[in-house]
Nanobody, 117 residues
């Protein structure tokens, strides 16, 4: 089992920045990965980025640039992954969900990001 807890969402004005955090704990097998999706109202879930246990990073289409994924502290059964979002647009308003693949998929509950003036 893996538990995921997101934080760092909030309401910001266009052009602002946020750093989201995902705290993962539990059974992280050797080839796990942790990443982010987002889901806006009425839209499909959209892949943003993930980082593997070895540090390989992949971004979704059109995501690299304003979105940066990185890793914080890590232990045997713990990992912290960040998502830095710069120059936020109103279209970035969504629930941002952390996920982990460690022999199976796990999802966090999400953190709301609202961008408006």
């Amino acid at each position: 089992q893996v538990q995921l807890v997101e934080s760092g969402g909030g309401s910001v004005q266009p052009g602002g920045s946020l750093r989201l955090s995902c705290e993962a704990s539990g059974r992280l097998f050797d080839r796990y990965l942790i990443g982010w999706y987002r889901q806006a109202p009425g839209k499909e879930r959209e892949f943003i980025a993930h980082i593997t246990a070895r540090g390989t990073i992949n971004y979704g289409d059109y995501m690299e640039g304003r979105f940066t994924i990185s890793r914080g502290s890590r232990g045997n059964a713990h990992d912290t992954v960040y998502l830095q979002i710069n120059n936020l647009h109103p279209e970035d308003t969504a629930v941002y969900l952390c996920y982990c693949y460690s022999l199976k998929n796990y999802w966090g509950r999400g953190t709301q990001v609202t961008v408006s003036s």
